[in-house]
């Protein structure tokens, strides 16, 4: 019972940034589309400018042929300024863990859930709701910045549960 309830939380890749995200082995799984969340995944929840190199990466990624969202449960100015800078579209108040958002980030896309990545910073957010809808899941670590309030307090959480899903795995 605790083994099935840890695996809706369990990302299918962790890695410590998005530069690690192997693009091939995406590739080889047949993931066409990738969904990214915002805030403390691209950019720090207290910054308004994305990193150059996180721009160009991502510009990288559509040049490579996959299509990306942006999904994030901020509001629509935070979201909408940053899909203008990079020509792609968006989701704002997403609602995650809810899957809402989600579908709707895929039908904008065209894409399919088994053909579709989700890139995140949080267990109880992203990585809940993209394997509730059957996406193939990335946790990254969090940019460095100050965090909301309700963010900090599921960071505490979270250490218990990637914890205990690293013991099961040894």
Same mark, same amino acid.
């Given at each position: 019972?605790?083994?099935?309830?840890?695996?809706?939380?369990?990302?299918?890749?962790?890695?410590?940034?998005?530069?690690?995200?192997?693009?091939?082995?995406?590739?080889?799984?047949?993931?066409?589309?990738?969904?990214?969340?915002?805030?403390? !995944?691209?950019?720090?929840?207290?910054?308004?400018?994305?990193?150059?190199?996180?721009?160009?990466?991502?510009?990288?990624?559509?040049?490579?042929?996959?299509?990306?969202?942006?999904?994030?449960?901020?509001?629509?100015?935070?979201?909408?300024?940053?899909?203008?800078?990079?020509?792609?579209?968006?989701?704002?108040?997403?609602?995650?863990?809810?899957?809402?958002?989600?579908?709707?980030?895929?039908?904008?896309?065209?894409?399919?859930?088994?053909?579709?990545?989700?890139?995140?910073?949080?267990?109880?957010?992203?990585?809940?709701?993209?394997?509730?809808?059957?996406?193939? !899941?990335?946790?990254?670590?969090?940019?460095?910045?100050?965090?909301?309030?309700?963010?900090?307090?599921?960071?505490?959480?979270?250490?218990?549960?990637?914890?205990?899903?690293?013991?099961?795995?040894?």
């Amino acid at each position: 019972m605790v083994l099935k309830m840890l695996s809706v939380l369990h990302p299918k890749a962790y890695v410590p940034s998005l530069f690690h995200i192997n693009l091939q082995d995406l590739k080889s799984r047949g993931i066409k589309a990738i969904l990214f969340d915002i805030d403390n !995944t691209l950019i720090p929840w207290d910054c308004q400018q994305m990193d150059p190199q996180i721009e160009a990466w991502l510009r990288h990624l559509c040049q490579q042929g996959f299509k990306i969202c942006f999904v994030s449960n901020n509001n629509e100015g935070r979201v909408a300024a940053l899909c203008r800078s990079l020509q792609v579209p968006g989701i704002h108040k997403a609602a995650k863990p809810r899957r809402k958002g989600l579908r709707r980030a895929l039908a904008l896309l065209g894409a399919a859930t088994h053909e579709t990545a989700l890139v995140g910073d949080q267990v109880f957010t992203d990585v809940l709701a993209g394997n509730r809808l059957g996406l193939y !899941t990335i946790l990254v670590t969090p940019l460095a910045g100050k965090e909301f309030i309700g963010t900090r307090i599921n960071r505490q959480l979270e250490k218990l549960v990637l914890g205990r899903i690293k013991k099961m795995q040894s």
